[in-house]
């Protein structure tokens, strides 16, 4: 069992950056696919930027330009770059590892789902 641990949310201007952080409390190396998602109020949630153990990634059409994903294996942390931020973006943000991601990214399917408990961003001026 992985627990994961979101952190780096916040209130930005609109334009500003912030940088999200997912510490695995075991190594990331087992997980092969892993995704940071979010869910707006009164919406689903949604993939933002998937990354699988062999670099594939996957960008929402909405993000692409703008999110860098990334795995760390030496801090064992999946990370999201976020520029150019847009009130559209305020959501609440998960990190996942598992079933979930592999299905999003067609990768093999896997047995197990991890999921962070969230962090808040918010895009507002």
């Known amino acids: 069992q992985v627990q994961l641990v979101e952190s780096g949310g916040g209130l930005v201007q609109p334009g500003g950056s912030l940088r999200l952080s997912c510490a695995a409390s075991?190594?990331?190396?087992?997980?092969?696919?892993m995704g940071w998602y979010r869910q707006a109020p009164e919406k689903q949630r949604e993939l933002v930027a998937g990354?699988?153990?062999?670099?594939?990634?996957k960008y929402a059409d909405s993000v692409k330009g703008r999110f860098t994903i990334s795995r760390d294996y030496a801090k064992n942390t999946l990370n999201l770059r976020m520029n150019s931020l847009k009130p559209e973006d305020t959501a609440v943000y998960y990190c996942n590892g598992g079933s979930t991601t592999a299905q999003a990214m067609g990768s093999r399917t896997v047995n197990y789902d991890y999921w962070g408990q969230g962090t808040q961003v918010t895009v507002s001026s």
């Open positions: 990354i699988t153990s062999g670099g594939r990634i």
């Open positions: 075991g190594s990331i190396f087992s997980i092969n696919a």
